[in-house]
């Protein structure tokens, strides 16, 4: 799914592409896609697109006096259309005219349907209310230096509310990158691997955009070739060579080098564990 370098790279293209022109139409093209009644799609037509944005995962449009939201969530993606696109393909979310190219397309690939869109007011928090800080913050800062969450960590790096940006693929690399066991808790942690998680989360945030800045066009269904462990389970580990594992967990996979991360340990897959019993 797009996570920070995505998303904050997708909005500077759509920013450097269309701000300053004025958005002619937004089209709903997804019963439900559309989380708010008002103020009206109707309403955008003929605003000035004055800046792109990112919060959290959130693509930000600011319209003077409106403000529009896009969540691509898992599969949800951009396409940068040609001018007075039509078509309404499988998964069509939104689409958006502007008075120059390009149209925006929001499409979901695959079968889930969770990608939305909010049309608010400019002071209107929305979704974004929820959101914790941002990696780069001071505040996000004091959290992993001083926190002390019970938690696993690949949970709270994960967790919106706690920190705004990062998902599956980021949070394992970032753990692989600072050495430590995606299920160990914050408030485990001592003051030395505390920094090392602080700089894996902005490092790695970092050089994923520094590679999602190289994209031209919209966003496409393929992401994350340029992850480091995510999803390369049973391929040596970038840093030691020692086998990538990967355990299940939360309805989803989370790859590890036992070697770099768990002092060689083999982490429990809980749902098989509960299987077993
Ligand atoms: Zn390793």
């Not at 689409?95 to 397309?105: A, D, G, N, V, W």
């Not at 800045?213 to 340029?226: A, C, E, I, N, Q």
């Not at 967990?249 to 897959?269: F, K, N, W």
Request: proline share 6%; aromatic share 6%; charged share 25%.
């Amino acid at each position: 799914m797009p996570e920070l370098p995505e998303i904050q790279a997708l909005a500077e293209r759509i920013d450097a592409a269309l701000s300053g022109a004025t958005l002619t139409r937004a089209e709903p093209l997804a019963f439900s896609a559309l989380k708010t009644v008002s103020p009206s799609v109707e309403e955008l037509g003929g605003k000035g697109l004055r800046s792109v944005g990112r919060r959290g995962k959130f693509l930000v449009m600011d319209l003077g006096n409106l403000r529009l939201l896009v969540h691509l969530s898992q599969a949800g993606r951009v396409i940068f259309e040609a001018a007075g696109a039509t078509s309404r393909p499988k998964g069509a979310v939104a689409r958006f005219h502007f008075e120059r190219e390009p149209t925006l397309l929001i499409k979901e690939f695959g079968t889930e349907r969770k990608a939305g869109w909010w049309v608010m007011s400019a002071g209107e928090e929305g979704p974004v209310a929820k959101l914790g800080p941002d990696p780069f913050s001071q505040e996000f800062a004091q959290v992993i230096l001083d926190g002390d969450d019970p938690g696993r960590l690949h949970s709270l790096l994960r967790d919106q509310r706690r920190v705004a940006g990062v998902g599956r693929g980021y949070s394992d690399d970032i753990l692989h990158r600072a050495k430590v066991s995606p299920y160990r808790s914050l408030a485990s942690l001592d003051g030395q691997e505390r920094a090392r998680l602080l700089d894996a989360v902005r490092s790695v945030l970092t050089d994923g955009l520094e590679v999602e800045r190289r994209r031209t066009g919209g966003l496409p269904p393929k992401l994350g070739d340029h992850w480091i462990v995510h999803g390369r389970a049973g391929t040596p580990c970038p840093a030691c060579r020692a086998d990538l594992r990967r355990v299940s967990y939360e309805s989803h996979e989370v790859t590890y080098c036992p070697a770099c991360q768990t002092g060689g340990r083999i982490l429990a897959d809980r749902r098989l564990s509960r299987l077993l019993k």
